[in-house]
C-alpha cells in the first residue's frame, strides 16, 4: 500500500520509530522484507531486534499508535536466516554425559520448586517469580551447555506428577525450540518462565475435576477451561514477570482457526510465541504417561501436529519443532531389529532415521546386557531401528537403566 492509497500511512526511517507505532511493512538495506501479520512496536528492544535484521525504513498508520502498555497486537520478530541466528546459540561443547549429571539435579530441583510453588498458590494465592525464573535462567544455561541432557530428562515420567512434571518439560523444550529458531538469549530465558508457569491456574481447578481419570463431561471440561485466565489472574500480580511470558501463558491453549480459548483469537491475533508454546504443550501432553493414559510415541505426536497443521498450528513451526527434537528425541526408548532395547543418545541430522543409540538389553534372551553405544549410520553395524516402544511392554525400570547408561 502507497501513501496516494491512503493518506494516513507513511514510510518513515528506523530512527524515528518508537514503542506504540503500528508498522505495516519494513525494508531492509537491500529488498522490502515481508512481515506475516502487521503488529504494534512494543518496546525499544525491538527497534534494535529490526536494526540488527538490517531494516532502514518501514510503513506505518499513525491513525492507530497507541500508548506502549496499551498495546494488543505485536509485530512479529523477523523471519532472517535461521542458520545464521543459530551461530549465536551454539553450545558451549559440554559432553551428554558432563553435562547429565548437573542436568538431573536441575531438573530434581525443579520439580520441587514447581510443587512448591502450586502449595504456595494453593494456601496464599501467590507466587515467587524470582525463584521460578532463577530455576528456568538455569535450565536455559544448561541446554546452551548440552541441549541433549534436558531433552533427556523430559523423556522420565511419574504417572503420578504430571502436573509438574508436564510444566517443567515444557519449559525445557521451549526452551530448545527457541534455540533452534536463533531467538536472542534473553528472549529465550523470558519464554522459559512464561513456559514453566503456563499451567499454573489448574492448581485452582477443584481436584476431582483435573484429577478425574476417565472422560470429562461438558460441563466438567468448560471449568478445566478456566485454568487459563485463573493462571493470568494469579501472574497479573507479579509486575516482575515479562509480559512475554505471560503472553504465552495467555495463548496455549489458543488454535490459529479461532477454535481455541479462552478468548477463541485466531491466527492473525496469535503471537509467534503463542503458536510455539500451543505446539511444545500440546507435544508433551500427548507423550506424557498418566495414571490412567499411557503416552503416545513421539512419532505418533508428531504426525497429529502434522495432520492438524495449519487449522490449529503453524505449519512451517510443527516442521521445525520436528527438525529441532529430530525423527527420534533424545532420550526415546527404541527396539532395533536385532531385538537389543535403547535410548537414544545423539541426533544424526545428516542421517535422521540412523542416531547414536546406547543399547542395554535385549529382548530375545529377556535380560540385560552391557552397556554400547552404536552409531546406526556406521557400516558395522547392521543394526536399524525397528520401532519405538514403552518401558511397560517388557517390565523395564526404565529410570534405572537411563541413569547407568547417561548418569552414573
Known amino acids: ?230 493462571g493470568i489472574d494469579v501472574l497479573k500480580e507479579s509486575p516482575e514477570l515479562p509480559e512475554i511470558a505471560l503472553e504465552i501463558v495467555r495463548q496455549h491453549h489458543e488454535r490459529l482457526d479461532g477454535k481455541g480459548y479462552p478468548n477463541q483469537i485466531a491466527a492473525d491475533d496469535i503471537s509467534q510465541y503463542g503458536r510455539m508454546i500451543a505446539i511444545v504443550d500440546s507435544y508433551d501432553a500427548m507423550t506424557a504417561e498418566r495414571v490412567y493414559k499411557a503416552g503416545m510415541h513421539p512419532i505418533k505426536a508428531f504426525k497429529i501436529l502434522m495432520k492438524e497443521s495449519p487449522n490449529s498450528y503453524d505449519n512451517n513451526l510443527v516442521e521445525q519443532f520436528v527438525n529441532c527434537l529430530g525423527i527420534y528425541p533424545i532420550g526415546t526408548l527404541v527396539k532395533l531389529t536385532s531385538g537389543k532395547l535403547g535410548l537414544i543418545s545423539q541426533l544424526n541430522k545428516s542421517k535422521p532415521l540412523q542416531p547414536f543409540i546406547r543399547v542395554f538389553y535385549n529382548t530375545r534372551l529377556n535380560q540385560a546386557i552391557a552397556m554400547e553405544e552404536l552409531d546406526l549410520s556406521q557400516a558395522k553395524y547392521k543394526d536399524q531401528i525397528d520401532c519405538c516402544i514403552s518401558p511397560d511392554e517388557f517390565n523395564i525400570n526404565l529410570l534405572r537403566f537411563f541413569k547407568a547408561a547417561f548418569i552414573n
Open 1 to 230: 500500500m502507497t501513501a496516494n492509497a491512503d493518506s494516513t500511512i507513511k514510510k518513515i526511517p528506523l530512527s524515528q520509530l518508537k514503542p506504540g507505532m503500528y508498522v505495516l511493512s519494513v525494508i531492509s538495506k537491500d529488498k522490502t522484507v515481508t512481515v506475516k501479520t502487521e503488529g504494534y512496536i512494543r518496546s525499544k528492544e525491538n527497534i534494535n531486534k529490526l536494526k540488527k535484521a538490517g531494516i532502514t525504513h518501514l510503513t506505518v498508520d499513525p491513525s492507530k499508535e497507541k500508548q506502549a502498555e496499551k498495546i494488543d497486537k505485536i509485530l512479529p520478530d523477523i523471519n532472517t536466516s535461521l542458520k545464521d541466528k543459530a551461530k549465536n546459540n551454539k553450545a558451549k561443547g559440554v559432553s551428554l554425559d558432563q553435562e547429565m549429571k548437573k542436568a538431573n539435579k536441575l531438573y530434581d530441583d525443579a520439580k520441587s520448586l514447581q510443587h512448591k510453588i502450586l502449595t504456595s498458590l494453593g494456601e496464599q494465592k501467590t507466587i515467587d517469580i524470582s525463584e521460578a525464573k532463577a530455576s528456568t535462567d538455569a535450565i536455559v544455561e544448561s541446554i546452551f551447555c548440552n541441549q541433549d541432557a534436558l531433552s533427556c530428562m523430559t523423556r522420565l515420567r511419574i504417572k503420578d506428577e504430571y502436573l509438574v512434571e508436564h510444566s517443567l518439560n515444557v519449559s525445557i523444550l521451549m526452551t530448545i525450540f527457541a534455540k533452534h529458531l536463533g531467538f536472542e538469549r534473553s528472549l529465550i530465558e523470558d519464554l522459559a518462565l512464561g513456559a514453566f508457569l503456563h499451567d499454573i491456574g489448574k492448581v485452582l481447578i477443584p481436584p476431582e475435576v483435573l484429577h478425574k481419570p476417565g472422560k470429562l463431561t461438558e460441563q466438567e471440561y468448560q471449568v478445566i477451561k478456566t485454568h487459563v485466565n485463573l
